[in-house]
């Protein structure tokens, strides 16, 4: 029975939802003196903005692969699902190691702390989601113990008695928040930092001490100002005015995360980078120089202690970019009516090519070109990876419609065809250097090969079709199709065919029959994967494959040892049946020269495992399996009388047999039954007219 619940009923379960406790860690507040002692046992809390994000990074954990005999690092936090899993990143391994370097060479002070980080690169090639993953980590990570920071707010009342005053008591509408988020060790002033940074990097690793770098913004200068005139230079009594709290990023709240954008040139200026006067204020406090009349409110000081994002940032007009050069390399900015005010945060923005041309053949922005570290981030030429890019967008949890398979694959292959150079061997095909690229081994290739492919292709990735295109076609292929029940392969190539013709960005109709050709391309590919489904899916008779392999194995046995076989239902010896081997081994294209050679191997092995005590399976046999399914494929397909679906006359003990092969369709391959049923006659179509090989 369906109670309802009630208003109230509903609050308290949410209410008893709530973790107060883990609410309490993210608001505490304390003392400067409370702080100081999180500070010596955690001196972490106290990191820069770059070292911070590198530990981010690295929290989430590392492993290594070899790719074409190169050791890379692939970086966990960028594909881990515990935050912003549709966000997640697969095959740019090197750009993103490139990236990491970057970080870790700022954390530790190499540099490039003092660089504009700019990602570069085509449309739609993971920029924008690499930025946005690392400002939700920034988020996700500041709220953890292992990335917790602090700043400070300002109480400018008067305290009648330092001994028994008691912060706790302050109304919170008294205290002053710092308008920069700054780190609270900025505090103490800098004649007295030598000190503490010695006391409290005794036995830290020089890679993780403290470094206080950096004055207090104008609000809080003012502030400790007044008070150290207050109380004539006592820095202790100044203290009690200062109360320290946890502080936690969010974009949403503009705290420690800015993101800058160009807009129409007339309503945009630099204020909405560094500030601006508060009007009504100056009323209140008489000048606009009081730091207490102006707004601290630009994307620069909001994301103090943290990153702020320059979305498409070659088209900033330059006055923008000129920020940036102080921003960048000195960690200071300039408020109208203040003196340089120093920022603590990563500047990292990201542009397409033709910006970036713009930018290379401008002479008068060479200072910004000087400081900027550029990364280019391609389009993945993974097969595998850019697969993943679809499924994570097309699954069963987001998608009704039956998507059949191989259709994400069949996009994604057409996808990275559009993005890979010609090769340069003349034995090799656009679509066997993709198969090579995604790990797939073909013969009298090696991975230097591949190496070298990778190397002759300079701009590999940098052009081609966007994943956001194939995105849309999937799209559009299941809202045309959903009376179909499903969308296979050819629905969402013809929608990408067809798409081509108003594709805004390609320009020039060579290229365009070039990805049409590259269709046909993938549509042969598919035909094959198909064929040699159906094919495995009519000769998965295991018992009919082990007896298959028993009689290829005795009759080579006797080949080899020069002996008969004797006849299961006879009982009489006869020679090796010759005509059964050839049939077998001709499947693999095992040449008549070679044939010896091919027995005597499938022999040794066997004997090999013998020795260790193991029995021969013919599935550890890639090749010979291959070989015994389109054997007894070949023996059976004319029992199942395929071509009989396209006629439309099937008799009784057809149709089952058909109905076999489609439930290992369905059961094996992931097949539905409308989906497995137009397959099955596409493939009969083939064979009616012959064409079963390639």
């Not at 107060?20 to 809390?45: M, S």
């Not at 890379?72 to 936090?77: A, D, E, G």
């Not at 969308?487 to 320009?507: D, R």
């Amino acid at each position: 029975m369906n109670m309802t619940l009630s208003g109230f009923e509903l609050m308290k379960m949410i209410g008893e939802q709530q973790d107060r406790r883990r609410f309490q860690q993210l608001n505490w507040r304390g003392t400067f003196a409370d702080y100081l002692d999180i500070v010596t046992r955690k001196p972490q809390v106290a990191r820069n903005a770059f070292q911070r994000v590198y530990d981010m990074i690295m929290s989430y954990g590392t492993e290594e692969f070899i790719d074409a005999k190169k050791r890379l690092i692939r970086y966990k936090f960028f594909s881990d699902e515990s935050f912003d899993g549709d966000d997640a990143i697969f095959g740019l391994e090197i750009p993103l190691m490139r990236l990491v370097n970057f970080f870790k060479g700022a954390a530790r002070g190499y540099g490039t702390e003092k660089r504009v980080l700019l990602l570069h690169g085509p449309v739609g090639s993971s920029k924008s989601t690499i930025v946005r993953r690392l400002k939700r980590g920034l988020e996700h990570y500041s709220r953890t113990e292992e990335g917790a920071l602090y700043t400070y707010d300002w109480y400018p009342g008067i305290i009648e008695n330092h001994d028994t005053f008691d912060w706790r008591k302050v109304p919170e509408s008294e205290w002053e928040k710092c308008p920069m988020h700054e780190e609270p060790l900025h505090l103490i002033p800098r004649e007295l930092r030598t000190t503490f940074i010695e006391r409290i990097n005794e036995g830290l690793d020089p890679d993780r001490q403290i470094r206080i770098e950096g004055d207090l913004c104008p609000v809080c200068r003012f502030h400790f100002r007044e008070l150290m005139q207050r109380y004539e230079g006592d820095w202790l009594k100044v203290m009690n005015h200062v109360r320290v709290r946890r502080l936690v990023f969010s974009e949403q709240d503009r705290i420690g995360i800015g993101t800058f954008q160009p807009k129409d040139e007339k309503n945009q200026d630099s204020t909405e980078l560094t500030g601006d006067i508060n009007y009504r204020k100056i009323a209140i406090y008489g000048s606009d120089s009081d730091p207490r009349a102006f707004n601290f409110d630009g994307e620069f000081n909001i994301a103090n202690r943290g990153i702020i994002e320059f979305v498409e940032m070659l088209k900033l007009d330059v006055a923008f970019l000129y920020d940036l050069l102080g921003a960048s390399q000195e960690h200071r900015i300039k408020s109208k009516k203040f003196a340089q005010t120093d920022i603590d945060e990563v500047i990292i923005g990201h542009t397409n090519e033709p910006e970036y041309r713009r930018l290379e053949n401008n002479e008068f922005m060479e200072a910004l070109k000087d400081r900027t570290v550029r990364i280019d981030i391609p389009y993945v030429t993974r097969l595998r990876d850019e697969v993943r890019i679809y499924e994570r967008d097309f699954n069963k949890k987001k998608v009704r419609v039956h998507i059949a398979p191989h259709t994400l694959e069949m996009a994604a292959m057409w996808a990275v065809l559009t993005r890979l150079e010609e090769p340069k061997k003349p034995n090799l095909t656009l679509l066997q250097k993709l198969k090579l690229y995604n790990g797939k081994t073909l013969p009298g290739f090696t991975e230097d090969n591949i190496k070298e492919l990778r190397k002759e292709a300079v701009r590999e990735g940098m052009e081609g079709i966007s994943p956001r295109y194939i995105q849309d076609k999937i799209s559009n292929a299941l809202v045309s199709n959903q009376e179909e029940g499903y969308i296979n392969p050819f629905m969402v190539l013809n929608e990408l065919e067809s798409g081509l013709k108003n594709h805004a960005l390609i320009t020039d109709e060579e290229q365009r029959k070039r990805y049409r050709d590259l269709l046909a391309i993938v549509r042969e590919e598919y035909t094959e994967i198909v064929k040699n489904e159906v094919q495995r899916a009519i000769s998965a008779d295991e018992e009919a494959i082990k007896r298959l392999c028993a009689n290829y194995i005795d009759n080579i046995k006797a080949y080899t040892q020069r002996e008969k076989v004797r006849n299961r239902y006879t009982g009489q010896y006869e020679e090796p049946d010759e005509r059964l081997m050839r049939s077998i081994e001709e499947k693999i294209d095992i040449p008549e020269s070679r044939k010896d050679d091919f027995r005597r191997e499938i022999m040794n092995y066997i004997g090999a495992l013998a020795i260790e005590g193991k029995t021969f399976d013919y599935r550890t046999n890639e090749r010979l399996h291959k070989a015994l399914e389109l054997k007894l494929f070949e023996d059976q397909k004319d029992s199942i009388k395929l071509t009989s679906l396209v006629s439309r006359v099937i008799d009784r003990d057809t149709q089952e047999k058909i109905d076999v092969v489609k439930a290992r369709l369905i059961r094996d391959f992931g097949y539905n039954e409308q989906s497995a049923t137009d397959v099955l006659n596409y493939v009969a179509s083939i064979f009616a007219r012959g064409d079963t090989r390639r």
